[in-house]
């Protein structure tokens, strides 16, 4: 009897010990090729060396992922959903002006701290976006900025601090432009200007900019 129960239970356990190894042999590998495009970019990865980093062989990584293209697809739906869940995670004032400057500022340390990001996302662009034309843009939680942004703005002119008519997509574009030139172009303004974007002073500087910029975009003349 008590062997039976014991067998019992091993057979109950194994399906979901199963998908917990694969899920784990999922995740390995998308850590590796993550490294792997960053690092050499899409034509320039190699799946062997992709498969000795996660520590699979590479039968095994196109028992996943059917050929590079797609697997590079999946690590960068897998970039876009970490950096939209880390943006729902964020504790926001209720004062919408504090909170637009709270989004700027992680914006702003996030791609400086995830410069892979940046990098992942100019290769797609480098391909014109023909990789993730086939991702469903809820799965990667796509939606979640805008409605992020509307919110504020909506706070903001219920209070009387912002400007009508402002268009959420817009607001964020200009956001993200102004801190990802900043970032990714870090290398270049310093052999241009002499100037260290990485340096603690100039970063917090640089924020500052970036910050007041999208203040007085937001708000209305009188509050200026």
């Known amino acids: 009897m008590a062997d039976d129960m014991k067998a019992s239970g091993q057979e109950t356990a194994s399906p979901r010990s199963h998908a917990e190894r694969t899920s784990r042999t999922r995740r390995a590998i998308l850590t590796a090729a993550a490294s ?5 970019g899409l034509e320039g990865a190699n799946i062997e060396a992709i498969a000795a980093s996660a520590g699979v062989n590479k039968a095994l990584i196109y028992r996943h992922f ?3 293209e797609v697997l590079f697809r999946h690590v960068l739906e897998d970039a876009y959903r970490t950096m939209r ?3 729902e995670e964020l504790h926001m004032p209720d004062d919408p002006v504090a909170a637009l400057d709270r989004l700027t500022a992680f914006t702003f340390d996030y791609y400086t701290e995830n410069p892979g990001f940046l990098t992942l996302v100019g290769i797609e662009n480098l391909h014109g976006g023909e990789n993730i034309r086939d991702s469903d843009p809820e799965a990667v939680h796509a939606g979640n ?3 992020m ?3 504020i703005l909506e706070r903001g002119v219920k209070a009387g601090l912002f400007r009508q008519g ?4 817009e607001l964020w574009l200009s956001i993200s432009g102004l801190c990802w030139a900043t970032v990714s172009t870090v ?5 241009n200007f002499g100037r260290d974007l990485l340096d603690r002073q100039e970063r917090a500087a640089r924020l500052s900019h970036i910050q007041e910029m999208i203040r007085r975009y937001a708000l209305r003349p009188d509050h200026l």
Do not use: C, N, Y
């Not at 792997?36 to 050499?40: G, K, L, R, S």
């Not at 290398?187 to 052999?191: A, D, E, G, Q, S």
């Open 145 to 147: 900025i805008a409605r």
């Open 66 to 68: 059917s050929r590079k």
């Open 149 to 151: 942004v509307a919110g």
């Open 166 to 169: 402002l268009d959420p997509v």
């Open 36 to 40: 792997e495009f960053v690092a050499h």
């Open 85 to 87: 869940d880390a943006e």
């Open 187 to 191: 290398h270049t303004i310093r052999f």
